[in-house]
């Protein structure tokens, strides 16, 4: 990107935008090559001191992977940030088939079970603030992109504790998310397990993976009480939202 560029996307002004740009470049996190600027691989540096210091790795990564042995295909941890779900790790059997999800990609909440689920923990002014100025688009043909439906749809959830969802993010995945509670309160975070729409249906899903998967959300809770750089870490996403729903 340019300077200019750079400066619109972030709504800075340019002389604020050069000097963050020539900060980061003198860090070694960006390159400047005929007047625009680019990601340098130390970039990865500090998603990987994250992953690190939260120990990731130790704390969430042992449930997905029980989830595949069990069911196989792929299971995620997402948190919300911003109008989007970020996920923070991310387990497959499915090698380089499925390269929609993994550990660091954002997408659009409202298209995705994991964030039906985080939104589900809103409260009714939140997620009403939220379908009023998120741009709802679609991103298959079926992408659910009504407002109305989809409070109804989050509403359902918040009563349900799950969501499901079918070639909403992308054609061939169908998912089954549930939350991940602390001491009652609202979604911290959210656990999934998915595969290809076609060879498992919604119903076998909630039948075969709902309390299992509901299990591993209960253990994932417990164990974030282990590792408190991580529960802070994905308590503060929730910041930026305010208050929350009360607990149901």
Not at 73 to 81: E, G, H, K, R, Y
Not at 192 to 202: D, I, K, Q, W
Request: glycine share 6%; charged share 20%; with cysteine.
């Amino acid at each position: 990107m340019t300077l200019a560029e750079v400066a619109r996307r972030t709504e800075l002004t340019p002389a604020t935008a050069r000097r963050s740009l020539h900060t980061l470049e003198q860090l070694g996190y960006l390159r400047c090559v005929k007047k625009r600027y680019l990601l340098a691989p130390k970039i990865l540096s500090l998603g990987s001191a994250y992953m690190r210091v939260a120990h990731v790795e130790d704390s969430l990564l042992p449930e997905l992977r029980r989830i595949i042995q069990k069911f196989g295909d792929a299971a995620s941890v997402a948190v919300l940030t911003g109008p989007n779900i970020l996920y923070v790790a991310h387990w497959s059997e499915q090698g380089g088939l499925r390269p929609i999800a993994g550990t660091g990609m954002t997408y659009p909440a409202y298209a995705t079970s994991m964030g039906r689920v985080l939104l589900s923990g809103l409260s009714s002014a939140q997620l009403d603030r939220y379908l009023a100025t998120v741009p709802l688009r679609k991103l298959t043909d079926v992408t659910e992109t009504n407002p109305d439906r989809l409070r109804t749809i989050i509403q359902d959830v918040r009563q349900s504790g799950h969501a499901v969802v079918v070639d909403q993010l992308a054609y061939g995945v169908t998912s089954l998310a549930v939350p991940i509670l602390l001491n009652g309160r609202r979604p911290v975070a959210a656990i999934n397990t998915s595969g290809y729409s076609g060879r498992v249906t919604l119903q076998e899903l909630v039948d075969e993976r709902l309390s299992e998967l509901q299990a591993c959300a209960g253990r994932l809770a417990e164990t974030l009480l282990r590792y408190p750089a991580l529960r802070h870490s994905l308590e503060f996403e929730l910041e930026e939202f305010g208050p929350a729903a009360p607990p149901t």
